[in-house]
């Protein structure tokens, strides 16, 4: 009687181990494409931007910045970077302006047109403000 109650157990873990191991690391799977953990919208047949804030020297920057998305002028859409990038789900096509914002930074735009509804990608470089005590050129003479 003792050995087949543990006989039918390891049938179950054998069983249900490899289903558990599954259930666990799917979802691993797919936090690892690109955007899905930024916008919860799925985009059907609309246009996404996935902008990428770099620092002067070509490196996504790692501090927060404010991604601002314009059309004609009227604020669209805005969202802040994870690990220097940004996604947007736009409504419409056409030209809008990304307007980036960050600590330490000059705020820069830049504008993008949007033809068809399709994944565009962004790069967008800032320039970093000389503080106070920093200078930028030739010092002059004494």
Not at 41 to 70: C, F, Q
């Amino acid at each position: 009687m003792y050995y087949s109650k543990q006989h039918g157990r390891v049938r179950i873990t054998r069983f249900l181990l490899p289903m558990l191991a599954c259930a666990v690391l799917s979802p691993r799977a797919a936090r690892c494409q690109d955007s899905s953990a930024e916008s919860n919208m799925m985009r059907g047949d609309r246009a996404e931007l996935a902008i990428t804030v770099h620092d002067s020297g070509g490196e996504p920057i790692s501090g927060p910045a404010m991604v601002k998305i314009y059309r004609a002028g009227v604020p669209s859409d805005q969202g802040a970077t994870r690990k220097g990038r940004a996604f947007f789900i736009l409504n419409s096509l056409g030209d809008y302006t990304v307007v980036v914002d960050a600590p330490g930074y000059e705020t820069t735009q830049k504008d993008v047109a949007v033809p068809v509804a399709l994944k565009a990608e962004v790069d967008i470089y800032l320039k970093r403000v000389a503080g106070a005590n920093e200078s930028t050129g030739v010092p002059g003479r004494p």
